[in-house]
């Protein structure tokens, strides 16, 4: 018993009855009966409550009552004469000997109704958020990253490691986004920067002798918002592990997530392990995505060598890939050409640049009637995302090509160490610079003296994909000074530039650094698919819009002067 109730609002039963209780929350809603009686729905964390008025003086205290204001109910428990079997209050209801006002709505109009403010625009649902979040859907799935939050940090605990933060306040570091600056008051023209990622700390802490590190880590980046990813800040399953390889993390991620996402996802079943282990070239080749959501039954087939003498332009010199849809019952106007008709004949807009090839395209592809094959041409590159857009369409559209209710996990391995940038046209990082070549230092010699082409060096990298989103990635770690340096030497970045940009790193690996690795999983990723929302947004308690604003807060916004003086 509390000062303000006796009971929640979700708690009381029909053996309750005959009871005087006190209870507290706000008035979700009110539906007079007569001049004299009315139904009134409290509300508060844990359910909602019917509160029977049936008295002129009630009803009078009732009536001079705004929705939403907090009120305290002083009454007596009795059985409903018409239960609802839908609320776990349905038994009962309370009669009120009184009612007090504790916190007063003085509005008589709210921005949108509580209980459908999913409906509602997202701006004012983002400005009037304490509102939004009294809508018990929107506050489930606050409660639902509570929840696996807890969950994750008891498992990595089970599992021997330590938690342990890492400072907010560091240094800018070139890691791939955009930093958030900070300016240093007594250090004039000195900045900080807010941590992208733990990534160097955790590092350190493996150096430090630290065996099993994790925690559950603030991110700042300033990026775009997208539907998957919020602008500002993030958090993230951060992990680092002393005398481990990949298989390690494999293992410590195959035995945590499995049972959360089986506990507490929408859907109940989830991949167990060993997960599936793609290579990056294998999935962009037979998914068009280093993401690729295996609950999709569909694959990409590379038919370059076959069209290249059809007299079909835009497939001459270019990579063309196929993705046959079996199954497809959709209209000719809405796929717009190219489907196979009950008789077998191929048709559609480009159905005549194949004759003569008929045969051997249905035996690539494995066609059957009712055959819906999707063209993607270009560089290589370009063909594989865009047969994978196209793949991923169709498995969402074409009925029984998508298992939709489970979790399915894959980790994306053997990913490129170097790329060609498309702005510099020159050898730049693929994945994360501090990732370990396979074959060490001799590749990276290799490379160096023309033995090797360095885009076909692969780096101990790798993603974890859940149903098609990317949950994270991380790598076994470069410990080695040595191949550090040499590593960024193919990228036109000398010893001196790795010491200045990761003094305490390269520093710390010079005492002796043990082998590590680790990798992060999103927490807002993760919630997000185990509640089954599209938007990164409601899983967050107070989430930016997607220009960056807190327009709850007013954030950004200007300071005074007095402040930038200082």
């Known amino acids: 018993m509390s000062q303000y109730r006796t009971h929640t609002c979700g708690e009381l039963r029909a053996a309750d009855a005959g009871k005087t209780v006190t209870l507290a929350g706000w008035m979700e809603n009110v539906r007079e009966v007569g001049s004299n009686f009315a139904f009134v729905v409290l509300r508060d964390f844990y359910g909602t409550t019917q509160i029977v008025v049936d008295s002129a003086e009630m009803m009078k205290t009732v009536k001079g009552i705004n929705k939403e204001s907090t009120i305290a109910v002083t009454g007596t428990v009795r059985l409903r004469e018409s239960p609802n079997t839908k ?14 006002i504790l916190g007063r709505c003085r509005y008589n109009e709210l921005p949108f109704e509580i209980n459908r403010s999913r409906e509602a625009d997202e701006s004012a649902r983002l400005k009037y958020r304490y509102l939004d979040l009294r809508n018990p859907a929107v506050k489930n799935n606050i409660i639902l990253r509570c929840n696996v939050v807890a969950a994750l940090r008891r498992a990595m605990m089970d599992h021997g490691f330590l938690e342990i933060t890492t400072p907010i306040l560091t240094a800018s570091s070139p ?6 600056l900070v300016p240093a008051r007594k250090h004039p023209g000195k900045f900080y920067a807010l941590p992208q990622a733990p990534q160097q700390f955790k590092q350190l802490l493996m150096t430090s002798g630290f065996d099993k590190y994790f925690q ?4 700042f980046r300033d990026e775009d918002a997208r539907g998957d990813r919020s602008p500002g800040e993030f958090y993230q399953l951060d992990m680092e592990m002393a005398f481990a390889s990949q298989e390690d993390v494999f293992a410590v991620l195959e035995d945590v997530l499995p049972p959360i996402f089986a506990k507490y996802g929408t859907y109940d079943i989830a991949s167990q392990p060993p ?5 990056y070239m294998e999935a962009m080749d037979k998914y068009g995505s280093d993401k690729p959501d295996l609950r999709i039954d569909l694959t990409v087939t590379d038919i370059s060598d076959m069209v290249q003498d059809t007299g079909f332009e835009p497939f001459v010199g270019q990579i063309v890939k196929a993705v046959p849809v079996s199954g497809c019952t959709l209209t000719r106007k809405q796929i717009d050409k190219l489907c196979a008709d009950e008789h077998g004949a ?15 395209l249905r035996e690539a592809l494995a066609l059957t009637p009712d055959t819906l094959v999707l ?18 369409m169709a498995g969402a559209l074409v009925p029984g090509h998508m298992d939709e209710k489970r979790y399915e996990f894959c980790w994306i391995v053997d990913f490129p160490m170097f790329e060609i940038g498309e702005e510099s046209g020159e050898l730049e990082f693929c994945h994360n610079p501090f990732s370990m070549p396979n074959g060490g230092l001799e590749v990276l010699l290799a490379a160096e003296r ?21 949950l994270s990635s991380g790598a076994v770690r470069n410990h080695d000074p040595d191949i550090m340096v040499k590593a960024f030497e193919m990228v036109r970045l000398g010893e001196d530039d790795v010491k200045a940009k990761f003094p305490a790193m390269y520093n710390a690996f010079c005492y002796g650094a043990p082998p ?9 990723r993760m919630v997000m698919l185990l509640a089954g929302e599209s938007s990164i947004r409601e899983i967050i308690p107070f989430p930016m819009n997607k220009n960056a604003q807190d327009v709850m807060m007013g954030a950004p916004s200007t300071v005074e002067q007095k402040q930038l003086d200082e």
């Open 87 to 100: 609320l776990a209050t349905g038994e009962i209801e309370v009669v009120p000997e009184k009612i007090e």
């Open 175 to 180: 890691e791939g986004a955009r930093d958030y």
């Open 216 to 219: 559950i880590a603030p991110c």
């Open 275 to 279: 997960f599936r282990r793609i290579p």
């Open 346 to 360: 191929l048709v559609g807009g480009v159905a005549k640049f194949f004759a003569g090839k008929e045969d051997a």
């Open 375 to 392: 063209i993607s041409a270009g560089k290589k590159t370009e063909a594989q995302k865009t047969a994978g857009v196209m793949l991923k």
């Open 450 to 470: 023309g033995e090797l082409d360095p885009l076909t060096i692969m780096a101990y990298q790798y993603d974890l994909v859940c149903n098609g989103v990317e």
């Open 516 to 524: 590590h690795a680790g990798i992060a999983p999103g927490v807002d």
